[in-house]
């Protein structure tokens, strides 16, 4: 007597006996957003947050010190509020695209990490330069933690067979 593998999901299919599903139904699965891409899409509206918070911080700073606030700190917070401000515009059209499962969402979302790498090394070298802060790893730890980010999840989507079913075919 011979086992018959097949598909967990549609359960009619025969498959291979080291697969869990059918070939169409593994593209269905496959052509939606899950497994490991819900980190990175958590990643974008945590970061869409935060970018809110860092906007509404400035601005209550502002409030409380306006006339009071140095021209070299006024320099380094509109520098960062600019930033801020593009990195969330960056971020909506990369969500977008990401619930529209389109091929250029790998492209984006790698422009995006690259851009949080380079806007964050930008504002620490103003910080240093205008505002003579101190260079120690407190400094630089945003900027190490978004390198890091960048190895992990560039490599993944530009390998990851499950980014090239979801977005790219």
């Not at 509404?56 to 070299?72: C, K």
Request: contains cysteine; hydrophobic residues 50%; glycine residues 4%.
């Amino acid at each position: 007597m011979e086992h018959k593998w097949v598909c967990i999901q549609c359960g009619e299919k025969e498959i291979p006996q080291y697969a869990e599903y059918c070939d169409e139904c593994a593209e269905k699965r496959m052509s939606r957003i899950g497994g490991w891409l819900w980190l990175p899409l958590i990643t974008l509206f945590l970061s869409l947050g935060a970018g809110g918070y860092t906007l509404s911080e400035w601005y209550d700073l502002y409030q409380q010190n306006a006339g009071y606030i140095p021209d070299r700190v006024l320099q380094v917070m509109y520098i960062n509020i600019a930033f801020t401000i593009l990195t969330m515009l960056l971020i909506v059209a990369t969500l977008y695209y990401f619930f529209r499962l389109s091929r250029y969402l790998p492209k984006l979302f790698i422009a995006f990490i690259l851009f949080a790498i380079a806007s964050e090394a930008i504002q620490e070298i103003v910080l240093v330069n205008l505002l003579d802060v101190n260079v120690d790893f407190t400094l630089y730890y945003p900027l190490i933690r978004l390198v890091i980010y960048a190895i992990i999840w560039v490599s993944y989507f530009l390998v990851s067979e499950r980014v090239k079913r979801t977005f790219v075919h």
